[in-house]
């Protein structure tokens, strides 16, 4: 006899399956309470810029500190340098007096300072930052307009010179590409756009970058980020050399005669760079040397409080070329100088200028300056001051 409410055994079956089914159901839910599906790994994109082949030095930058600051604001002014002797330097190629310095003609007591690499450095000079400091005791300075056409920066050339600061160091500019290969430099600057630090990392030359070799650099409180950094001669040479970077050989020079060429009269110099850099330069007499002013007023060296002074004020006139680079926030974009080739400049010294050519002969090479009849144009023994300025420009030289 079959009973009519006993279960079928198709049902059964499907309630088993229905029960197997909602405990694996169970089992898989709470599976992924316990361990949750991890996010997709993101693939960083490749930067757009190469990056510089230096090696990033952990160590954080060294602060400001009272003790320093008793070290090194003394005055250090390098003294008066003595009588000159009437003895000219020879040809640019070398001299055969090794205490005989190729960036100011005059005679060192240590002739392994000029053994030493040149030391190219980007000195700022916004007139919230002034009075700079070691940038009157540069062997060579030059001065360019900068993008955006406010203002003026310095390339500072140091070699027997050796200030006890420099300050304050800004970023670098094509013109550093044409600058510091010409007395084989180190170039010393706080960064630079990412193009231009790009270009600076395809070149043969030393460039102490600040970001990647932060080691030679300080921050100095009181100042934002136009007058922060500084540095001084000795710790970048110290850094050089352990680095392996310094120089063992003197580099070629310029000519040199304490004999004033003929020329017309520059007592005064009138340079019209954009207004908060207005530069003149007044010739004394009784020493020989220009002054520097700068709006107007003497334009002073921070570490002595004296007025900067050149014993040559070179204007060298170039093309000025606009690039696409993008420089700031504002969007002002790069000048491109072109220092290559050949041009006008004016040479100025003991109150007189001479209408010259500079010349670059080849690349990398130093620029020289030739009168009309294709003659090297002397330098006066000292500090010189290389004012670049556009073709354009109207300078008054009286």
């Known amino acids: 006899m079959t009973c009519k409410h006993a279960p079928r055994p198709g049902l059964a079956l499907r ?47 060294p602060t400001f500190t009272p003790e320093e600051a008793t070290a090194t604001t003394a005055p250090t002014a390098t003294p008066l340098p003595p009588t000159l002797t009437a003895t000219p330097t020879p040809a640019p190629t070398g001299t055969a007096d090794p205490s005989l310095s190729p960036l100011t003609g005059l005679h060192v007591s240590d002739p392994g300072l000029l053994a030493r690499r040149v030391l190219a450095v980007r000195i700022g000079n916004d007139p919230i930052i002034r009075p700079q400091e070691g940038l009157g ?18 390339t500072a050339l140091y070699l027997e010179s050796s200030p006890t600061r420099v300050r304050p160091i800004r970023s670098a500019r094509l013109s550093s590409l044409q600058i510091a290969p010409q007395y084989d430099a180190a170039l ?80 005064s110099i009138h340079i019209p760079y954009p207004s908060s850099s207005l530069v003149d330069w007044r010739y004394e007499p009784t020493t020989g040397r220009y002054m520097r002013l700068v709006q107007g007023q003497p334009h002073l060296e921070g570490l002595t409080k004296e007025q900067i002074t050149a014993d040559n004020v070179i204007i060298l006139y170039a093309e000025h070329k606009k690039t696409d680079i993008v420089e700031d926030t504002n969007g002002a974009t790069a000048i491109d100088i072109v220092l290559t080739g050949s041009g006008r400049a004016q040479l100025c010294r003991d109150g007189v200028m001479v209408e010259c050519r500079w010349v670059q002969k080849a690349a990398n090479e130093l620029i020289q300056y030739y009168d009309n009849d294709g003659k090297l144009v002397p330098l006066r023994p000292g500090k010189t001051w290389i004012q670049l300025v556009p073709t354009d420009y109207s300078l008054t030289i009286n």
């Open 137 to 154: 005791q540069a062997d060579i300075v030059y001065e360019e307009v900068m993008d955006g056409w406010t203002v003026t920066r310095f």
């Open 188 to 267: 010393v600057h706080t960064g630079a756009s990412d193009r231009i630090r790009w270009l600076l990392s395809k070149a043969s030359f030393v460039n102490l970058d600040e970001f990647f070799h932060p080691k030679p650099f300080s921050v100095l409180g009181g100042y934002d980020w136009r007058g922060r950094f500084y540095t001084s001669v000795e710790r970048l040479h110290s850094y050089l050399n352990e680095r392996g970077l310094e120089a063992t050989a003197p580099i070629k020079g310029y000519t040199f005669d304490l004999q004033a060429p003929a020329g017309q009269p520059a007592a």
């Open 15 to 61: 309630g088993i399956v229905s029960l197997a089914f909602g405990l694996t159901l169970v089992a898989l839910v709470a599976c992924s309470q316990a361990q949750p599906i991890p996010s997709p790994t993101v693939r960083a994109l490749p930067s757009m810029t190469s990056k510089p082949t230096f090696t990033p030095i952990p160590s954080p930058l």
